[in-house]
């Protein structure tokens, strides 16, 4: 059993930056995958970063170049670091570890909500 805790949202105006954390029990480096999705009311889920125990990255393209996603290993914790927030960028962030097929884990969500 893995548990995430995400915590970092927040209000905050557009051009801002938001730093998320999830805190995961055990050691993150047994967990194939993290990641971060987020829903917007009114919308579809989408995947918006994920990172391999390989340190490989990759980003949903509306948010290339502007979020950024890591880990800590000896804290336990992976970050989604956001800059030059939108908008559109509004939703419930959810952290993610995927595990193998058909296991998977999420966080209880965290509110970024990006208005002047």
């Known amino acids: 059993q893995v548990q995430l805790v995400e915590s970092g949202g927040g209000l905050v105006q557009p051009g801002g930056s938001l730093r998320l954390s999830c805190a995961v029990s055990g050691s993150i480096f047994s967990i194939p995958i993290m990641g971060w999705y987020r829903r917007a009311p009114g919308k579809e889920r989408e995947l918006v970063a994920t990172i391999s125990s390989g340190d490989r990255t990759n980003y949903l393209d509306s948010v290339k170049g502007r979020f950024t996603i890591s880990r800590d290993g000896a804290k336990n914790t992976v970050y989604l670091q956001m800059n030059s927030l939108k908008p559109e960028d509004t939703a419930v962030y959810y952290c993610?570890?995927?595990?193998?097929?058909?296991?998977?884990?999420w966080g209880q969500g965290t509110q970024v909500t990006v208005s002047s």
């Open positions: 993610y570890a995927y595990i193998k097929r058909n296991v998977e884990y």
